[in-house]
């Protein structure tokens, strides 16, 4: 987990308490824009623009904006100067800039879009229209399309002169006069066939394509499995209007992942990069709240049997063992079935088999620790009634969490709800006013009290 | 979240009940290989063995292999004739016959590798070697080496005669006499330059490689950093030896994501592809028997204070918002930290400023619902040292759970265990057991009991 740039940035502080611009400007030269995203990070907004500066590249200026922190970026852009920005954008692939100007405030985007060159500002513009969590929204504009009559020769000519701002042309789309998308062929074809062989010759027919309105998820799903490097993205008359490449892809299943597992975890859209305590606090207090309410209720139930439990105080002391048991299950079937939903290998068609198959788990265990925690019990206070009621409500309620965990991510997915949304918060919440409502109840009842 | 499998599922069914082979063969041999995997886990082993014989193309077959689930591909194989089995293995790319012999028991896999042509064989034996997690156990040793005096034209001929089993070849490497990585080009360069331009005249010396015992993670975060769409792996020599694909970067990513789920929700290797209840059952009653263990202590720790309780039973009926509480803020920073380690956007360095930022809001949410939960004591008992006593326990046990859920998984990184392994049950049962203690100590105490 040791991370070199740790080195890195510790020489980077010492050069610039020392002012050393012209050893800097070596090292930041040298160093990839995904790294320096990294060190500068750790640095304050007037050393992250002192090293900005002395970047000479603006490519790099480019892919660092990309790379850098909501929260970092923010505050070095307020430090630049508008003209220099305006520069960096133009330099930038267009569904970068788009990316870098949704992240913005809307007046400072618009006076960016406003002094881009007008070919540049319309492209972004056009972007900045889809959604953002859509192909539309996370394509890019720059491929490389031809006609099918075209050779591999006179490809690779046109390679040569135009298509020199594409980032990653290693597909050739096949379009008609109207610009539909028809085929599809690759670097590798043009180079291993003779050079005056026509595309249609060679070209695949059956091309993979998406529709702009597609989520990106699906969009990610889809490239990820047929191993492709870019799809092609279409309008809804099938004309070609940009493509969405394997690297965007792989950010988009990490974000999706580190989404889910926050929402799971009731974090919201709380990241380890938000710097604020106070925006952090106010991310998780909504999550808590629903915990609490969940909380505040169990101890209405409680409330209600104080008279059993004033004669029987050992009652009490078995509420963490079945809430435990019960919630960890219960997380442990939840998060089973939201990640099998979000990778694709469980089908909200198999929602039947699925919670059957759960519940059975939850009643195989359910009744291993039922007998186990039952019989602690009895060795500890010597009332068969009593371990057997704790025995019970562990098997309760480890079977309804089962159940419970596994029946509502499902439920959600159909009526089209982010299952990891409302799962954590919800199932742990529900599973242990059920728990403690069960187990009072039965143990009220075998005890006759 | 609809799958458009389904219908083609219900047809293909159909078709095979009615025997109808001509029409099955022909949206088989439609269909894409990694559709074709969705397909067969919704069919007996019988009709997978009947549409299996009826695909065509033995590539095709080769990638189905691929695509399977684990239980699936093992049920399929065990039906398969062995020499059809070698034939496949031979037209697959080497790194993914490694891959799938290396799921087989190893007689099974013997076997298979006796009967493949030496050359073949010898190439996944090499591959079998490497640790399975490694960047050697994931690369493929097919790739594109070219010596630095070569001229793009002389490269684009041997692209058109040799290497046609490459699978991605947009990378060309440059190797010394003894095969040592001295540089890279594309595939783009190679067609964008004059043709009688050395590959030493406009090759990158500045390459990107990985070590063949890096970590498929580390290496996938390279990948994945650096935009790339293959990262050559290099011997100890710096002999490059294989390339490991972005395709490979995006399933280990995916992959990791699940395993850290599961694994954080003590669901251990439980995927939701297994069928079994028995197998499941088994994986998830280790994790649970460290929460009953915990449960169990929590329930002795109770049970000291039993005479407490006989004298107020209302004490009983806050254990589960107290425990509740702590145990969610727990699971939220553990979560946070678990991610942020994963996807490198946190460094084991930052440890004190990170668990710091989790005590503060661990504190300021303390505070908050201390004071609510505290409130709704008082209304209900209008007992005012009990309803210090709730406030305090929630306060207590909210930071201490921020503060446990935020080091446990630093402190475990810092000695290389995995943090999301331990994280889950771990921090939740311990979590569990401090606010049932805290919050009997400073009742008995303020309450005088």
């Known amino acids: 987990m040791s991370d070199p740039n740790t080195i890195l940035i510790e020489s980077i502080k010492r050069l610039l308490r020392r002012d050393a611009d012209i050893h800097l400007r070596k090292i930041i030269n040298k160093t ?3 790294d320096l995203s990294v060190i500068f990070h750790s640095l304050s907004v007037t050393h992250q623009l002192r090293l900005f500066n002395l970047i000479g590249d603006i490519e790099k200026k480019g892919i660092l904006f990309s790379e850098l922190d909501q929260d970092d970026f923010q505050d070095l852009i307020g430090k630049l100067d508008l003209d220099d ?15 870098i100007l949704g992240r913005l405030p809307e007046d400072l985007s618009d006076s960016i879009l406003q002094k881009m060159e007008k070919e540049d500002s319309e492209e972004v513009e056009g972007l900045l229209q889809f ?3 859509s192909a539309g929204g996370i394509m890019t504009p720059e491929f490389v399309a031809l006609r099918e009559d075209t050779t591999a020769k006179e490809c690779i000519e046109s390679l040569q002169k135009e298509h020199l701002d594409v980032e ?3 597909y050739l ?4 006069e109207y610009g539909h998308l ?5 670097l590798r074809q043009l180079v291993v066939n003779p050079p005056n062989q026509k595309l249609k010759d060679f070209m695949t027919t059956d091309v993979i394509s998406v529709r702009t309105d ?10 990820a499995r047929y191993d492709i490097l870019a799809v092609p993205v279409v309008d809804s008359t099938n004309v070609l209007v940009g493509i969405v490449t394997v690297d965007d892809v792989i950010d988009i299943f990490r974000r999706e992942a580190t989404e889910d597992m926050l929402k799971m975890a009731g974090a919201g859209e709380e990241f380890v990069e938000t710097k604020s305590v106070i925006k952090s606090t106010r991310l998780r207090l909504p999550w808590l709240f629903a915990s609490c309410i969940g909380g505040i209720m169990a101890f209405f139930i409680i409330g209600n049997f104080e008279q059993s439990l004033s004669k029987i105080a050992a009652l009490a002391a078995f509420i963490p063992v079945i809430m435990g048991m019960g919630g960890n299950i219960g997380t442990q079937s939840s998060t089973i079935v939201v990640r099998g939903l979000a990778t694709g290998r469980l089908n909200i068609n198999d929602t039947w088999p699925l919670v059957i198959k759960e519940l059975s788990i939850g009643l195989i265990l359910g009744i291993v620790y039922g007998v186990l925690i039952g019989t602690v019990a009895q060795i500890k206070y010597d009332t068969l009634m009593l371990a057997c009621s704790v025995s019970l409500a562990v098997l309760c309620s480890m079977s309804v969490a089962a159940l419970v965990g596994s029946l509502v991510p499902m439920l959600l997915a159909r009526v089209n709800i982010d299952p990891a949304i409302a799962t954590g918060p919800f199932v742990t919440t529900s599973i242990d006013i059920i728990s403690v409502l069960f187990y009072f109840q039965i143990a009220t009842t075998l005890l006759g009290i």
């Open 173 to 176: 789309y096949i379009v008609d």
């Open 32 to 34: 990839h824009a995904a």
């Open 214 to 223: 597609m989520d990106q998820e699906e969009v990610a799903k889809i490239v």
């Open 85 to 99: 920005v305006v520069d960096i954008c133009e330099a930038m692939p267009t569904d970068d800039v788009a990316d």
């Open 182 to 186: 028809t085929g599809v062929s690759s």
């Open 131 to 133: 959604d953002d969590d």
């Open 168 to 170: 990653m042309p290693f």
